[in-house]
C-alpha cells in the first residue's frame, strides 16, 4: 500500500471516529435533556388537550390543528418543566429523592437548561399564533401559570390546585384552539383536569413529608399530615369523576364514554388504595402507570362515545 492510500485511509478513519463521538455525544445529551424534563410523562395532560380539541370540534379536528396543538403542549410543558428544574436545582440537590437528576448531578448546565426553556417557549408562542387570535392574545397569561407555580409551594399549600389548574390549561386550550371562544363545557373539562392533578400531586407529595418540613416548603402533607393529604386527594378523585359524568351528559356522548368512566373510576379507586399513610411503597405505580392510563382512556372513551 502507498504511504498516499495509507495517509488517506488513516484520515478517514480519523473522521469516521469523530463523526461517531459527535453522534453519539448528541445522543446523550439530547437524552438527558428528555429525562431532565422527564418528557414521557407529556402523556398526562396531551390527552387532555386532545380532549377538548375533539369536543370542540364535535370529531376531528384539521390536520394542521392538530399538528399545532400537539407543539403547544409538548413546548409548553417542556418550559414548565425545564424551568421546574432550574429554579429548584438547590432545594432537589438536597433532597435524596431528587438529587440524582441531571441538573444536580451536573450531567447538564444550567445553560443548557436555559437554552432549551428558550426554544420551548418561541416554540409555544409560535404555535397558539399558528392556531388563532385567542390563543395567541391569552398565551402570555398561561405562561405565567406555567412560570409561576413552581414558586407557590414556597408560600401556599393550596400549591396542588395551582398545579392541577396550570395542567387544565391543556384542556381549554384545546378547545379554544378550534373554537377561538370560551364555553361552559370548556371551563368543566378545566375543573375536572384540576382536581384530577390535584389529586394524584397530593399523593405524591407524602414522600416529601420530611423533607418539605425541613426546607421550610407548603404542601399539604408537610402542614397537615399524610393522612389528610390522601383524605383530600380522594375527595379530588371523586370530583373529578362526577365532572367527568357531567362532560358526558352535557357533550351527549355514547356508551362508549361512560365503559371508559367507569374504569376510570375503578382505576382512581386502585390509585388510593394502594397507598396508606404508613405504607408509600406503591406510590410510584400511583402516579406514573395508572394516571398514564387514566388520561388516555379518557380521551379514547370520549372520541369513541361521539361516534357510538
Request: aromatic share 14%; charged share 10%; hydrophobic share 60%.
Amino acid at each position: 500500500m502507498s504511504q498516499t492510500s495509507q495517509i488517506c485511509q488513516k484520515n478517514s478513519w480519523h473522521v469516521w471516529h469523530l463523526w461517531h463521538v459527535w453522534l453519539f455525544g448528541t445522543f446523550g445529551m439530547f437524552r438527558i435533556l428528555l429525562d431532565n424534563i422527564r418528557f414521557e410523562h407529556t402523556i398526562f395532560a396531551l390527552p387532555f388537550a386532545y380532549l377538548g380539541m375533539v369536543l370542540a370540534a364535535r370529531g376531528l379536528p384539521t390536520l394542521e390543528q392538530f399538528i399545532w396543538i400537539t407543539v403547544a403542549m409538548a413546548s409548553a410543558r417542556t418550559l414548565a418543566m425545564s424551568l421546574n428544574r432550574l429554579i429548584d436545582r438547590e432545594l432537589d440537590a438536597r433532597n435524596p429523592r431528587t438529587m440524582h437528576r441531571p441538573l444536580p448531578r451536573g450531567t447538564i448546565s444550567a445553560r443548557a437548561v436555559i437554552a432549551i426553556s428558550i426554544v420551548a417557549f418561541a416554540l409555544f408562542e409560535f404555535a397558539a399564533w399558528q392556531l388563532n387570535w385567542l390563543c395567541f392574545a391569552l398565551s402570555p397569561l398561561a405562561l405565567i401559570f406555567l412560570i409561576g407555580y413552581h414558586y407557590t409551594k414556597r408560600f401556599t399549600w393550596l400549591c396542588h390546585w395551582v398545579l392541577g389548574f396550570t395542567d387544565g390549561i391543556a384542556a381549554v386550550g384545546g378547545w379554544i384552539a378550534v373554537r377561538a371562544s370560551f364555553d361552559p363545557l370548556a371551563l368543566l373539562l378545566w375543573f375536572a383536569v384540576t382536581v384530577w392533578i390535584a389529586g394524584f400531586d397530593l399523593i405524591y407529595a407524602c414522600q416529601d413529608v420530611e423533607v418539605d418540613r425541613r426546607e421550610g416548603l407548603q404542601s399539604v402533607p408537610a402542614r397537615f399530615g399524610i393522612a389528610t393529604a390522601l383524605t383530600l386527594a380522594r375527595v379530588c378523585h371523586a370530583l373529578t369523576v362526577i365532572a367527568l359524568a357531567v362532560v358526558g351528559v352535557v357533550a351527549q356522548l355514547g356508551i362508549a364514554f361512560w365503559i371508559g368512566l367507569v374504569i376510570v373510576a375503578l382505576l382512581l379507586a386502585y390509585e388510593n388504595a394502594i397507598v396508606k399513610p404508613n405504607d408509600l411503597s406503591r406510590l410510584n405505580l400511583a402516579f406514573f402507570n395508572v394516571n398514564g392510563y387514566i388520561s388516555v382512556i379518557v380521551f379514547v372513551s370520549a372520541l369513541l362515545g361521539m361516534y357510538f
